[in-house]
């Protein structure tokens, strides 16, 4: 070197510190972690519109239920009441939504017995589940139903402390009941 001139700085190659070293690493990291809460939060909306549209479904097939019903076939216990008496001495059920009006004969075949009972269906078990409760009471009946349009087959436990029927059968010794209905045109 000559004259005024300084000499070069060298500058070394200093390590990075730990931050300034990973921030690639910690921008990959955060933006996997944004990631996964967007694909949290996609997920969660998902299950959202899921619940939603099952408890959808659920009220529309409880609406199916509407109306007026009458019985046209009925075992308890393996025994069956004859058509004719059924026909003579008619039950109905009203149903509105998620309530049902029961409109019983008595014993005597004149008076009528009323209740009123809570549904509460399952549609996508199977067999397909309903639950009658009657909140006066605090008893539930569990069974299970057939539904079309126009008929509606269900088959109860008889005591509310009875197992769900698993099949369409009311033998005799099988404390259950098995009904037909018929919804009542306009």
């Known amino acids: 070197?000559?004259?005024?001139?300084?000499?070069?700085?060298?500058?070394?190659?200093?390590?990075?510190?730990?931050?300034?070293?990973?921030?690639?690493?910690?921008?990959?990291?955060?933006?996997?972690?944004?990631?996964?809460?967007?694909?949290?939060?996609?997920?969660?909306?998902?299950?959202?519109?899921?619940?939603?549209n099952a408890r959808r479904d659920k009220q529309n097939a409880r609406r199916k239920f509407n109306g007026k019903w009458v019985a046209i076939a009925h075992t308890s216990?393996?025994?069956?009441?004859?058509?004719?008496?059924?026909?003579?001495?008619?039950?109905?059920w009203i149903v509105d939504d998620a309530k049902l009006l029961s409109k019983r004969p008595g014993s005597d075949g004149k008076t009528i017995h009323e209740e009123k009972i809570d549904i509460d269906i399952d549609p996508y078990k199977i067999p397909q589940t309903i639950d009658l409760i009657n909140q006066e009471k605090k008893e539930t009946s569990k069974g299970i139903y057939v539904f079309d349009e126009n008929t509606l087959e269900v088959c109860f436990a008889m005591n509310s402390d009875g197992d769900?029927?698993?099949?369409?059968?009311?033998?005799?010794?099988?404390?259950?009941?098995?009904?037909?209905?018929?919804?009542?045109?306009?």
């Open 164 to 186: 769900r029927p698993g099949d369409f059968t009311a033998k005799k010794d099988s404390k259950r009941s098995l009904m037909v209905w018929k919804r009542v045109k306009k």
């Open 77 to 92: 216990d393996g025994t069956e009441i004859p058509a004719d008496t059924l026909e003579a001495v008619p039950w109905y």
């Open 1 to 52: 070197m000559t004259g005024g001139e300084s000499e070069p700085i060298l500058v070394r190659n200093r390590p990075r510190s730990p931050k300034t070293q990973s921030s690639g690493k910690d921008r990959l990291n955060e933006s996997r972690k944004e990631e996964a809460r967007s694909n949290l939060i996609l997920e969660t909306l998902k299950q959202t519109e899921k619940l939603t």
